[in-house]
């Protein structure tokens, strides 16, 4: 099977930084698209940012020029640079992957457990 593993989140002061990371293991044929997404208590789960295998990356508008996704395909990892947080980009973060498991097959869409971003003073 396949795991995808966050790590990064934590409590941080507005204006601060933090950087997620998530690692894909397990199997992996080859990875598509990679995103991370966010849920806060009692709304929807929503995209914050995706990137291409290619690297073309695209963001939702709350996060443009404070996010930065970037990945490493040789790792099959994501990683998500926040800077300048604000109170309401806190959230469970979850990370997301489009994976083939063999050669022949149609991807499947994997989600990470989430890690807990708390931006507060």
């Known amino acids: 099977q396949v795991q995808l593993v966050e790590s990064g989140g934590g409590l941080v002061q507005p204006g601060g930084s933090l950087r997620l990371s998530c690692a894909a293991s397990?199997?992996?044929?080859?990875?598509?698209?990679m995103g991370w997404y966010r849920q806060a208590p009692g709304k929807q789960r929503e995209l914050v940012a995706v990137i291409s295998s290619g690297r073309s990356t695209d963001y939702a508008d709350s996060v443009k020029g404070r996010f930065t996704i970037s990945r490493d395909n040789a790792k099959n990892t994501v990683h998500l640079q926040m800077n300048s947080l604000k109170p309401e980009d806190t959230a469970v973060y979850y990370c997301?992957?489009?994976?083939?498991?063999?050669?022949?097959?149609?991807?499947?869409?994997?989600w990470g457990q989430g890690t807990q971003v708390t931006v507060s003073s």
């Open positions: 997301n992957a489009d994976i083939r498991n063999r050669i022949w097959s149609t991807p499947n869409i994997y």
């Open positions: 397990g199997n992996i044929f080859s990875i598509g698209n």
